[in-house]
């Protein structure tokens, strides 16, 4: 029994998520990733990778599926050439305080309103909505780009959720999505492969969610609701995983060690199935 990675799971797990949000913000214990940290250079990666697969920003209409509640990522993808950028997010509300200090250099796109800001229009939707309906009800028009970041592995619904972001994306779209496959209590990185549904969801899995997808189940999603996916392979943990093998349920199991040890991953899909 692993107490050191039990307890501060049991924590998480009961953590009140407005507290988790608190923490995750400043940097307290729990640490935000790249396009909450550095928003600029999440954009740049989002750019070279886009232009690597022979798209460019010039132009383009951009959703932001899981933006954090910063628009700071927005408004860099606009300075880089986007033409509009919706910012979508169903559990994280505008982060007030940050947004109000991007307020003097970017009044090209936000504008000041009463302890917040406005986004102008003409540059900015956001969607607090569930991404679900708002697809099943046309609420948004078509984009040409689809891009998250750490967004995949917290998602309850995948399969929902990935058929409604296809039928967001024009015919001639493209959707980026990076992922990690890690327990985010990183120091064990498959340590959640090891505890049954009824032990994980009941007593372990953190207020974030984390649905323990493997590479297979994310590459069977993505074909399914996309004519061309490229699943790439960021990262592999081989000395983790076997360290952790004899007791990773036989459901987390492929039997390919070059899979099964994978710890982060690019999806790149393309030609959305009408």
């Not at 000041?112 to 569930?130: F, K, M, S």
Request: net charge neutral.
């Amino acid at each position: 029994m692993n107490l050191k990675y039990l307890i501060p799971r049991l924590a998480r797990h009961f953590l009140p998520e407005k507290i988790v949000r608190f923490l995750l913000l400043r940097g307290w214990i729990i640490h935000p990733g790249i396009e909450t940290q550095n928003p600029e250079d999440a954009a740049e990666r989002y750019r070279l990778e886009l232009e690597d697969e022979g798209v460019y920003l010039k132009g383009k209409t951009i959703l932001i599926f899981g933006y954090g509640g910063r628009f700071a990522l927005g408004i860099s993808l606009l300075r880089l050439g986007a033409a509009h950028v919706i910012l979508s997010d169903k559990f994280a509300p505008p982060d007030d305080t940050y947004n109000l200090s991007l307020l003097p250099l970017n009044e090209k796109y936000l504008k000041a309103g009463q302890g917040h800001v406005t986004l102008r229009p003409e540059w900015i939707t956001l969607n607090e909505n569930d991404i679900r309906s708002v697809a099943k009800r046309s609420e948004i028009p078509q984009v040409d780009i689809v891009l998250s970041s750490s967004v995949y592995e917290h998602l309850a619904e995948v399969d929902e959720i990935t058929q409604s972001l296809a039928a967001l994306t024009k015919p001639e779209g493209i959707q980026l999505h990076y992922v990690d496959l890690r327990d985010h209590f990183f120091k064990y990185p498959f340590e959640m492969l090891c505890y049954s549904k009824k032990v994980w969801y009941g007593w372990l899995n953190p207020s974030s969610n984390h649905n323990r997808f493997r590479v297979w189940d994310y590459r069977k999603v993505f074909e399914r609701y996309f004519n061309n996916v490229n699943l790439v392979v960021t990262e592999r943990n081989q000395t983790a995983f076997e360290a952790a093998l004899p007791r990773i349920l036989p459901e987390f199991l492929s039997g390919n060690l070059s899979e099964d040890s994978v710890t982060i991953i690019k999806v790149i899909a393309r030609q959305p199935r009408q």
